[in-house]
């Protein structure tokens, strides 16, 4: 097992230095600059902003320069906030960004799985019906409408809690819900799947034939199968859902990173979409593991060799 | 009993809460203000936008500076003198201190003001300072000493300023953010991070408290400011709100007290509900469409015409920007003092006679129903940018011009339009400050990128020039009407709207007042 | 009658009934499953053939009328007005064309991709798994819109170019899922006799592998549809989807979000045309899902 954790991480190294000289070299290619404006600046001031920012060097070169400053713990500084370095914005939001995304992914757990086996035990019952129909509603409606409209009723009209904000703990209600129902939704629907499946299995009929309570075979051996498909979708999710939302970050004002994937590409703010892709990249591959891991400890008839 | 116990309990808690809160608000004056996107940088010398200006205006202060209504007062320089020539400036300095308590003195201005050529800062805004001496020659690198720049500290209360050429907006223009003085000695310990809490150094009414990207940044009151007596308010806190329909919720839910822009979607709600706490005024910004004079197209004189005259602009205005928009019918626009504002010829043609002018007009240059006009609209991502686009698609249509629409992301879009890449562009400019200069200088034909409809006319070039030499305000304005007129006979940009400013403003604000730059300081504000 | 001829007559029909008779056997028996689908074609039929039910053109502007303007059932604006005065109903229709077909046509790439993806990575196991689901790892940690945003710069714009980015990025998630159904498939005895009788690798992918993955592959699916309708419409919302004139169900949405107090009718019916369709096609996935299930007879 440590053996099999020492390799994997071993294989992240190569993996990572894909995706930085991937991202590098891409984002070179994209039309504009850091330093294009409405207002053009003259061509003597863009060339001293290029060298002031060792633009004007050769690509490799610029490339090596980066890769050195990864090495020693440095992102580089932003091109865009200016005040910035890009380690002091991805640090300085990320823990907001772990935080929601924790709480909604822990949140969309219980209950997305909860509801996912109960619409299985009651499988074309109304419960059923109901609680997948619900649950698609949840897909189907996207995050930039159910956000205004939380905003909008809860916000603004019921005037329960703020509109948008950071610093309360009031502040986390609303983009909560927001970022946990359509991972509910997912949840139920592949818990209910692989459930149905599970509970059709020969073993667990072999378990209830020997005369197993229905109760203790389905927490015993049903459920403990049944999320295995929950857990291989949850590894990348989970980097997804505690890295911020866009769309959620920015309706309610909350200063995650969710918003410099988009804003630095569209920004070519090179620095920042380096440091976000790094640190995303690391996490996702940190989450895979750790999800490969969990199946390993659920599914017994796996083994790291 | 017990239930009997709990009320007593919670209405107890209920007025202590209520104590507290009324002690807080008489404690402090909170000013609550949406400022658009997250201000890039603090450092105003390499500052771009007015996201960072409205907040750099209330951390600092330049020689001169904004009253209410937008006239140019005495900032840190109490008085001035000009010389006959109107290329010398001598600025008499104020006894004021920076936030840390040193004296503001003249050696302030001129380490900032060379900051600002400075090619190492690589300022963005660094052409702006060309008027001058010498200063166009060090931001190009062609003069390496910094020291040979037009200003100089006579004593630490005099500052003079050596212009190139005279410019009488020039008490105006340093009103600019990229102006504002820094203090040298906190640039030089803290290097990037001097903009930081707690290194901040400014010589404003307010310093910097706390700064959360993307979150607010919040200032207090400093009460080493030399008119600190007549600032009430004890704190400001602006927060970047990039979501206009968001930000108008948090205005109405009470959390925001000024707005940085209203949506255009929403005014016929706010005409019905909340029309006294709507404030929407002329700016000093044109929106327009570049025609792109190197295609053959749009090098045809009668094509712009004919397409400048088929745009419906009250329709436009009214009907898709709901109001947030002037129809436009000048390139510099309206409300710059002592200017006549020049106008396009067919400004008060009716609709009908215009249509069937510019019919015309396109058969003359050779399309008709067997030969359509195709033109392809350029325009960046933005709600209000598409909506113009289509309504002035189905407007072209209607004298048989085949327009398709291209919509690029702002970079990409930026990319196109100076490559050039396109048939038709829109654009928009808000002036630096208020002279008609910051409008026509954009397009004399040395001017690069900046002119992207690539027009070049030698005498438009001539005028806008000359009247860089002319002291006298009103020969020079004159020369600069008939530079315009020309300019709009020639019609190498569509002038489409003018710009209005766009501000939710509680009833709960005092001491706010219109003006045309759309600068509104929190020195002359209180909230009730 | 004999029993010989019971067997004979029998037989024959065994035989005949292949497992795809036999499923469409079943899903029709499903009673919401067929109504979904009734629906689906419809909204489908109307969508596609919209520019021959003699309805107004999408680009129509009506300068009378204001925007978002109430329906006017007078006037023949079933969902009112839009930003720009055109017949919202009419937009409607043709975006659901839109969104249609790159919500099926990216669906289609990542369920071939990442079904076989994910079969092959999970089945061999060892170096040829590591290697290819790194290449997953690496393709999930480049952000999604710099992507976008490289396929528009080198090939131009074009809607099938959304097709692609949405398809190339949705079959990572496919991938991962139908791994781990294989990898726990693999240990199961009847593969491994399989295995042990010389069936070759390939065919037992084919075989047993991939239709023993379709409950959950098929659940995926209903959620890849709608995932990349929205993903669409983000693309959209970034200025790099679908031109004006056109427009998709994500556009109209977004935009109709925006103005839900002052035009509710607009995003409940944009909204409600969204959802039916989704719920719809996700009853039709789940009558799938249970007619192909060998033990759910």
């Known amino acids: ?305 | 009993m017990s239930l009997m116990k709990r009320n007593v309990l919670l209405s107890a808690l209920t007025a202590a809460t209520l104590i507290l809160a009324s002690t807080a608000a008489q404690a402090e004056m909170v000013l609550h203000r949406g400022n658009g996107a997250e201000p890039e940088t603090m450092d105003p010398q390499k500052s771009t936008g007015v996201t960072e200006a409205n907040i750099q205006y209330e951390i600092f202060e330049g020689l001169t500076t904004y009253s209410p209504d937008g006239e140019v007062v005495p900032g840190m320089a109490e008085k001035w003198d000009v010389s006959d020539d109107g290329k010398t400036y001598t600025f008499h300095l104020r006894d004021a201190k920076w936030s840390n308590g040193d004296p503001v003195t003249a050696e302030d201005f001129v380490y900032s003001f060379q900051r600002l050529v400075d090619p190492a800062i690589a300022a963005d805004y660094a052409p702006i300072a060309d008027p001058i001496l010498n200063a166009e020659q060090i931001r190009k690198g062609e003069e390496k000493d910094l020291t040979k720049l037009g200003v100089k500290a006579v004593d630490a209360k005099t500052f003079e300023v050596t212009l190139a050429r005279p410019a009488p907006y020039f008490l105006g223009l340093i009103r600019h953010n990229t102006f504002l003085p820094v203090h040298k000695a906190t640039v030089e310990k803290f290097g990037q991070d001097w903009t930081k809490p707690g290194n901040m150094v400014g010589n404003g009414a307010f310093t910097m408290e706390s700064w959360t990207p993307q979150a607010s940044m919040a200032l207090a009151k400093s009460p080493s400011y030399y008119d600190a007596a007549n600032v009430k308010l004890d704190k400001i806190v602006y927060y970047p709100t990039e979501d206009i329909s968001e930000e108008f919720k948090r205005y109405r839910a009470g959390e925001l007290h000024i707005t940085y822009e209203v949506p255009s979607d929403q005014i016929k709600f706010i005409e019905a509900n909340m029309k006294d706490e709507y404030e929407a005024k002329p700016y000093l910004g044109t929106y327009y469409y570049v025609v792109n004079g190197t295609r053959e197209a749009g090098s045809k004189k009668e094509v712009r015409e004919a397409l400048a005259l088929a745009i419906d602009r009250e329709a436009i205005a009214e009907k898709v920007t709901g109001g947030s928009f002037l129809p436009g019918y000048s390139w510099v626009p309206p409300g710059m003092i002592g200017y006549k504002t020049q106008y396009v010829s067919f400004k008060d043609m009716p609709k009908q006679q215009r249509i069937a002018k510019a019919k015309e007009l396109l058969a003359a240059a050779g399309y008709g129903p067997d030969n359509p006009l195709n033109m392809e609209i350029l325009y960046n991502t933005s709600e209000n940018h598409k909506k113009i686009a289509i309504a002035v698609q189905s407007m072209w249509k209607a004298i048989g011009v085949n327009a398709t629409l291209n919509n690029q992301e702002w970079q990409v879009y930026l990319d196109t339009r100076d490559e050039k890449q396109f048939d038709v562009a829109r654009a928009g400019w808000i002036g630096d400050f208020a002279d008609p200069v910051t409008f026509l200088d954009l397009f004399l034909s040395d001017a690069g990128v900046r002119n992207d409809a690539g027009y070049n006319n030698p005498e438009y070039d001539k005028l806008v020039k000359n009247s860089f030499g002319i002291g006298d305000p009103e020969t020079r304005l004159a020369s600069l009407q008939r530079a315009e007129q020309i300019f709009l006979n020639d019609l190498p940009i569509i002038p489409i709207l003018t710009y209005k400013t766009k501000h939710m403003v509680s009833k709960k604000v005092q001491g706010w007042a219109y003006n045309n730059l759309d600068f509104h300081l929190g020195r002359y504000m209180s909230v009730q | 009658m004999s029993v010989a001829d019971i067997t004979l007559g029998t037989a024959p029909e065994v035989k005949g009934r292949s497992l795809w008779a036999d499923a469409r056997h079943r899903f029709l028996r499903n009673k919401a499953a067929v109504t979904s689908l009734v629906i689906f074609c419809i909204i489908a039929l109307a969508c596609f053939l919209a520019p021959h039910l003699g309805l107004r053109a999408p680009d129509d502007i009506n300068w009378e009328l204001e925007s978002w303007g109430p329906p006017n059932l007078e006037l023949g604006y079933l969902l009112g007005t839009d930003a720009n005065n055109r017949d919202l109903f009419v937009r409607l229709l043709y975006g659901g064309q839109v969104s249609l077909l790159v919500g099926f046509t990216a669906t289609l790439v990542s369920l071939v991709i990442g079904v076989i993806w994910g079969a092959t990575a999970g089945f061999i196991g060892g170096r040829v798994d590591g290697f290819m689901m790194r290449i997953v790892d690496i393709l999930y940690s480049i952000p999604f819109i710099f992507f976008v945003i490289m396929l528009t710069v080198v090939f131009g714009r074009h809607i099938t170019l959304i097709y692609i980015a949405i398809g190339a990025v949705s079959w990572l998630d496919m991938a991962r899922i139908v791994r781990g159904q294989t990898i726990s498939i693999r240990r199961r005895e009847y593969i491994e006799a399989a295995e042990a009788s010389g069936v070759s690798k390939w065919r037992i992918i084919t075989r047993h592998v991939i239709p023993n993955c379709m409950g959950p592959v098929v659940v995926y699916v209903t959620l890849t549809v709608p995932n990349v309708i929205l993903i669409e419409s983000f693309i959209s919302f970034l200025g790099m989807g679908v031109q004006e004139p056109d427009s998709s169900w994500g556009t109209l949405i977004s935009e109709a979000a925006v103005v839900m107090e002052i035009a509710p009718w607009a995003i409940i019916g944009t909204g409600s045309m969204l959802a039916i369709t989704l719920l719809s096609l996700n009853f039709i996935g789940d009558g799938m899902r249970d007619a192909l299930d060998p033990r759910d007879r």
């Open chain 1, 1 to 305: 097992m440590l053996h099999y954790v020492m390799r994997r991480l071993g294989g992240a190294v190569p993996t990572l230095f894909i995706i930085i000289a991937g991202a590098f070299f891409m984002m070179r290619l994209a039309p504009g600059g850091p330093f294009a404006r409405e207002r053009r600046v003259p061509p003597e001031v863009e060339a001293n902003l290029m060298k002031a920012y060792h633009l004007d060097e050769p690509l490799w070169q610029q490339f090596l320069r980066y890769l050195n400053g990864l090495l020693h713990g440095d992102f580089g500084p932003s091109f865009k906030y200016k005040d910035f370095a890009v380690a002091d914005l991805i640090f300085g939001g990320f823990p907001v960004s772990l935080q929601l995304g924790g709480i909604a992914i822990a949140l969309a757990l219980v209950i997305g799985v909860t509801l996912g086996i109960w619409a299985a035990l009651r499988q074309n019952s109304w419960i059923d019906y109901a609680s997948m129909s619900v649950s698609m509603v949840g897909i189907a409606v996207p995050n930039f409408v159910v956000a205004p409209i939380l905003t909008l009723v809860i916000g603004l009209q019921l005037q329960l809690l703020p509109v948008g904000g950071w610093g309360r703990p009031s502040h986390y209600v609303l983009p909560v819900i927001a970022l946990c129902l359509p991972q509910i939704a997912a949840i139920a629907r592949l818990t209910r799947a692989s459930m149905i499946e599970v509970l059709s299995s020969n073993y667990v009929r072999t378990a209830r034939a020997k005369g197993l309570p229905a109760r203790l075979t389905i927490s015993r051996h049903a459920i403990r199968a049944a999320i295995l498909p929950v857990v291989s979708y949850l590894g990348p999710a989970i980097a997804g859902i505690i890295t911020g939302s866009v769309v959620v970050e920015q309706i309610f004002s909350i200063p995650g990173i969710g918003r410099y994937f988009v804003q630095g590409s569209l920004n070519r703010d090179y620095t920042l979409v380096m440091g976000v892709t790094v640190f995303y990249g690391a996490l996702v591959i940190l989450c895979n593991l750790i999800a490969d891991l969990l199946y390993g400890v659920l599914d017994p008839k796996v083994r790291y060799d």
